[in-house]
T-cell receptor, first 114, second 112 residues
Framework: EAGVAQSPRYKIIEKRQSVAFWCNPI?????LYWYQQILGQGPKLLIQ????????DSQLPKDRFSAERLKGVDSTLKIQPAKLEDSAVYLC????????????FGEGSRLTVL | DQQVKQNSPSLSVQEGRISILNCDYT??????FLWYKKYPAEGPTFLIS?????DKNEDGRFTVFLNKSAKHLSLHIVPSQPGDSAVYFC???????????FGTGTRLTIIP
């Protein structure tokens, strides 16, 4: 079974530029998450989708971050304009159902903002 | 506000000995707890979980203990193996909501 796919793996941009990350979850997984992991910290939830609807985006900085999951499958996370403090690994995860349980994570997209 | 805390950033253990990783939480609404393991340049992978109706859950070399009154859980690895060297994250959630709140992680190094 294929895992959660993310791209790009690495991205370096200047501050105020824009960047987009793509995620393809495990086939059949209805729930998709974007987490931000800053160096030395644990992953922090940015947004949670159930199919193509948003369940929780309370910690998403909506002035600069946006995410969509059209057709309830793959998803994109966009940052515009980027700030220095956005340097982090962006992790996508998926799961089968909206109950507490096991999330399957992708390898992450490492963003460096200069 | 750090609701899930892992106060030991790193831990070194001799191969074959027991590794004990600790985690504390402050939100009494949490009723489901998980441990994830992360190797460099990879995403976290699920290791073991426990619900608040239990105080112990065992899976092979891995055992998680939950002390609800102390709001504390621990992961025991016996015996420790070199492949166990990784960063371990404790996570907590409320059953019915898959949102996970993670701790800051503990880097475990197993010394051959």
């Amino acid at each position: 079974e294929a895992g959660v796919a993310q791209s790009p793996r690495y991205k370096i941009i200047e501050k105020r530029q824009s960047v987009a990350f793509w995620c393809n979850p495990i086939s059949g997984h209805a729930t998709l998450y974007w987490y931000q992991q800053i160096l030395g910290q644990g992953p922090k939830l940015l947004i949670q989708f159930q199919n193509n609807g948003v369940v929780d985006d309370s910690q998403l900085p909506k002035d600069r971050f946006s995410a969509e999951r059209l057709k309830g499958v793959d998803s994109t996370l966009k940052i515009q304009p980027a700030k220095l403090e956005d340097s982090a690994v962006y992790l996508c995860a998926s799961s089968l159902a909206l109950v507490a349980g096991e999330l399957f994570f992708g390898e992450g997209s490492r963003l460096t903002v200069l | 506000d750090q609701q899930v805390k892992q106060n030991s950033p790193s831990l070194s253990v001799q191969e074959g000995r027991i590794s004990i990783l600790n985690c504390d939480y402050t939100n009494s609404m949490f009723d489901y707890f998980l441990w994830y393991k992360k190797y460099p340049a990879e995403g976290p992978t699920f290791l073991i979980s426990i619900s608040s109706i239990k105080d112990k859950n065992e899976d092979g070399r891995f055992t998680v203990f939950l002390n609800k009154s102390a709001k504390h859980l621990s992961l025991h690895i016996v015996p420790s193996q070199p492949g166990d060297s990784a960063v371990y994250f404790c996570a907590a959630s409320i059953i019915g909501n898959e949102k996970l709140t993670f701790g800051t992680g503990t880097r475990l190094t197993i010394i051959p």
